[in-house]
């Protein structure tokens, strides 16, 4: 396979997930933020793939073209909001805004 069908395939598989899995966690507000620096599929797979790794991520959908991340918690307990900034700023974007059931950060929450 060449290189630019597997980075697709990657950031395919990092966004999507099946409707079941959707359904669990379909009671829990999402949390939306805004990132800075997102040029194509694979700046949004990156960032997908820091968001999911952070403690009650459920899924994290990510969009380039709108500069939007947008995370569901597995559970009615909200993943960390600082712990969802600093996953970006690993990635190597930088968050502008964080809006979830936590409240809304337009600077790096202190937790």
């Known amino acids: 396979m060449n290189r630019r069908f597997m ?37 949004a797979s990156k960032v997908a793939s820091n968001l999911q790794s952070v403690a009650g991520v459920h899924k994290a959908q990510v969009d380039a073209e709108k500069a939007v ?3 569901t918690a597995k559970s009615s307990a909200a993943p960390s909001p600082l712990a969802l900034w600093e996953a970006i700023e690993k990635a190597g974007y930088k968050p502008i805004k964080l809006v979830g059931p936590t ?7 202190k937790s």
Not at 13 to 24: C, E, I, R
Not at 103 to 109: D, M, N, Q, S, V
């Open 7 to 43: 980075l697709l395939v990657l950031a395919l598989s990092a966004v999507f997930v099946t409707a079941a899995d959707d359904a669990l966690a379909a009671d829990t507000p999402p949390t939306t933020i805004t990132v800075e620096g997102m040029h194509c599929v694979v700046c």
């Open 69 to 71: 991340a947008v995370v």
């Open 103 to 109: 409240g809304t950060f337009t600077a790096k929450p």
